[in-house]
């Protein structure tokens, strides 16, 4: 069963850092894309970052592009998020999942190619203005 549980989210001011961490049992983690998702209430949950399963090709969203960071430490089968420079409209419940497919262009960072059962239950970013 793939377990994947997020960590890190809190409540900062605009401006600040955070750096949110996903970490996964039950699947073979160095052989899956991964990807960060983001849903606020009453939108769809989108794609933000996404990175091959070598980590060296990472996808990002226009909205944290040069601000964002993925990356992923496949021998502790842990996935991180450095969020730099941070807005209000970051504000959002961040998720992380297991991709059946990569593409650097993005696209498939999405919730069509999330790998079944992969999703994680969330953490909370929270960013005042």
């Known amino acids: 069963q793939v377990r994947l549980v997020e960590s890190g989210g809190d409540l900062v001011q605009a401006g600040e850092s955070l750096t949110l961490s996903c970490t996964a049992s039950?699947?073979?983690?160095?052989?899956?894309?991964m990807g960060w998702f983001r849903q606020t209430p009453g939108k769809e949950r989108e794609g933000i970052s996404c990175i091959n399963a070598g980590g060296d090709s990472a996808y990002y969203s226009d909205s944290v592009q040069d601000r964002f960071t993925i990356t992923r430490h496949n021998a502790n089968n842990t996935l991180y998020l450095l969020m730099n420079s941070l807005k209000p409209e970051d504000t959002a419940m961040y998720y992380c999942a297991a991709l059946k497919q990569y593409m650097r262009n993005g696209r498939y960072c999405t919730v069509r190619s999330v790998r079944d059962g992969s999703w994680g239950r969330g953490t909370q970013v929270t960013v005042s203005s």
């Open positions: 039950g699947l073979s983690f160095g052989s899956w894309a």
